[in-house]
Nanobody, 123 residues
Framework: QVQLVESGGGLVQAGGSLRLSCAASGRALSNYAMGWFRQAPGKEREFVAVISWSGGSTYYADSVKGRFTISRDNAKNTVYLQMNTLKPEDTAVYYC????????????????WGQGTQVTVSS
């Protein structure tokens, strides 16, 4: 089992930045590809970014490409999502998730999930 805890969410003005963290316990994160997803009110959970277990490969949703950066520190068992130039449409609950296999963009492929952290971007 892997327990994931997100932090770093909050209220920010449009154009601002936030850095989300996802801390893991239970097992070493180095065994997992790690993804970030988000869910806005009334919408389905959507893929944001994913990073391979080594950090050598990353993929992003088109809506965040060039603004968000996913990274990981396996020594600290932590994954990060740096979010810059935030827009009101980025408002959502952000979740991190662990996948025992390849980096995936589909939520159902992930094995473990955190509880989420709220990000609110005001216009």
């Amino acid at each position: 089992q892997v327990q994931l805890v997100e932090s770093g969410g909050g209220l920010v003005q449009a154009g601002g930045s936030l850095r989300l963290s996802c801390a893991a316990s239970g097992r070493a994160l180095s065994n997992y590809a790690m993804g970030w997803f988000r869910q806005a009110p009334g919408k389905e959970r959507e893929f944001v970014a994913v990073i391979s277990w080594s950090g050598g490969s990353t993929y992003y949703a088109d809506s965040v490409k060039g603004r968000f950066t996913i990274s990981r520190d396996n020594a600290k068992n932590t994954v990060y999502l740096q979010m810059n130039t935030l827009k009101p449409e980025d408002t959502a609950v952000y979740y991190c998730a662990a996948d025992r296999s390849r980096p995936a963009r589909t939520a159902r492929e992930y094995d473990f999930w955190g509880q989420g952290t709220q990000v609110t971007v005001s216009s």
